[in-house]
């Protein structure tokens, strides 16, 4: 009887082990998927913002890479893998917010015919700096200057006429059109942005998976 008993207690506590294991093991997978998921789409919305507010974007992309590093690196005591989520959000960073703006204003962006009216490259001792000077043929005929991070290369020259994209919300500048040798540089730029996007992801989902409990 004794015997028996001690082996049933035996048996559900066992029982209670694994279940506690099981559910120990599932919480950890959904929170490594959660972090995966929430690290990488912060980075994409604060660089999408950097293209509207330049300084607003770099403290939320520095607040998100400084937070993962913490978990990933502090918390889950995987260093690998939270410098590969440091580096691989700053090299996001960089390549996002030019991807999310070409293809929003390329897909969403209203077609204007425009003239160029001046272009300048206003600093040739550090590199190309250009900024080139548009005006609408149309409408209100407004005038804007955008720089290199509108697609101003010197592919225009003065009184030229292209055809630009505007933001039909009023937040980003124009978009001046690819010249012929920039052909699929957003696809390009969509797909390194892309790969970056998976990296990180999985590296934040195998550090939260290889988390060492001290």
């Known amino acids: ?21 099981g559910l120990s093991g599932g919480r950890r997978t959904a929170g490594s998927v959660l972090w995966a998921v929430l690290v990488p789409a912060l980075l994409l919305l ?9 300084w607003l974007g770099v403290v939320v992309v520095m607040a998100v890479i400084a937070v993962a ?13 939270a410098t590969l989520v440091s580096f691989g959000g700053f090299a996001l960073m960089l390549f ?12 969403v962006g209203e077609p204007v015919d425009a003239v160029v009216t001046k272009v300048v490259d206003r600093d040739q001792r550090r590199g190309p700096d250009m900024f080139c000077t548009v005006r609408e043929l149309g409408g209100g005929r407004e005038t804007y200057e955008v720089s290199q991070q509108e697609n ?26 690819d010249s012929p040798d920039q052909r699929n540089t957003t696809e390009i730029t969509l797909a390194v942005t892309a790969g970056l996007t998976l990296l990180l992801a999985g ?12």
Do not use: N
Request: aromatic fraction near 8%; glycine fraction near 20%; proline fraction near 5%.
């Open 69 to 81: 590093a913490w978990v990933i690196g502090g918390v889950w005591h995987r260093a690998g893998a």
């Open 203 to 214: 590296g934040t989902f195998y550090g939260g998976q290889r988390r060492r409990d001290r």
């Open 46 to 54: 604060g660089s999408a913002i950097g293209q509207w507010v330049t």
């Open 96 to 107: 996002a917010g030019p991807a999310v703006y070409e293809a929003y204003m390329t897909t």
């Open 1 to 21: 009887m004794g015997a028996s008993g001690t082996a049933v207690a035996a048996g559900g506590t066992g029982g209670t082990d694994t279940s506690r294991a």
């Open 152 to 177: 101003c290369f010197g592919q225009a020259r003065p009184g030229d006429r292209v055809e630009i994209r505007k933001d039909p919300l009023g937040l980003l500048d124009p978009r001046l059109p």
